[in-house]
């Protein structure tokens, strides 16, 4: 008879924080966890008082920031797996926007 194999249970953090431009998060008494906000598109234009409204979620399995929309898994910040939409550069299309202008 073959038992199914329970899931491992998905990384949780116990609390968050932003220290200047990245991100903390502790795991456990032993491990604490950090990336740069430019991992990640939104994140990397937020302003720094978007980015301290940081919350934990799901139990402490997500990472949210409401005012910017932005969800992130700690399971994959964890292990190091930046997972986000194609980097946009508002820079460029601002700068484009101002060439067409003068024209």
Known sequence: MNT???????????RCWMQGRRVY????????????TSKYDKLAYAS?????KI???????IIRWESIDEEI??????SQH??????????EHA???GRKSVR
């Open 48 to 52: 720094q008082v978007e980015l301290e």
């Open 25 to 36: 998060l502790e795991i456990n008494e032993r491990r604490t966890v950090s990336f740069p």
């Open 4 to 14: 199914p194999t329970p899931a491992p249970a998905r990384l949780a953090a116990k």
């Open 95 to 97: 700068a484009e926007a």
């Open 82 to 91: 930046y997972v986000h939409t194609p980097r946009s550069t508002p820079f």
């Open 55 to 61: 919350h934990l979620h799901d139990a402490g399995h």
């Open 73 to 78: 898994q700690v399971e994959d910040v964890a």
